[in-house]
């Protein structure tokens, strides 16, 4: 059984910055890629970012490029997501994922467990 639980949400004023961290329990993490996903109220659940299994790939939605960056310690078990330049239409609850794979991926379905989410408010 696989845990991720998220944390460092918040709220910020537009412009500002936050980190969140998604720690992961239960399996062999360093062999996944993980992604960070975000949802809004009446918005299907999008893809943010994701990372491959060592760290060395990662990709990005064209709304979050060159203002976020994911990240990866496989030795402490975590993913970070570093949010800069934010924007109110960043706000979101956000989740964390484990896609069973190397690579990664855009796909919501690909990824199979989930975290409980943590909500980032920006406000204007």
């Known amino acids: 059984q696989v845990q991720l639980v998220e944390s460092g949400g918040g709220l910020v004023q537009a412009g500002g910055s936050l980190r969140l961290s998604c720690v992961a329990s239960?399996?062999?993490?360093?062999?996944?890629?993980m992604g960070w996903f975000r949802q809004s109220p009446e918005k299907e659940r999008e893809f943010v970012a994701a990372?491959?299994?060592?760290?060395?790939?990662?990709a990005y939605a064209d709304s979050v490029k060159g203002r976020f960056t994911i990240s990866r310690d496989n030795a402490k078990n975590t993913v970070d997501l570093q949010m800069n330049s934010l924007k109110p239409e960043d706000t979101a609850v956000y989740y964390c994922?484990?896609?069973?794979?190397?690579?990664?991926?855009?796909?919501?379905?690909?990824?199979?467990?989930w975290g409980q989410g943590t909500q980032v408010t920006v406000s204007s």
């Open positions: 990372i491959n299994w060592s760290g060395g790939r990662t």
């Open positions: 239960g399996r062999t993490f360093s062999t996944y890629a």
């Open positions: 994922a484990i896609r069973p794979d190397w690579g990664t991926s855009t796909r919501t379905y690909e990824y199979n467990y």
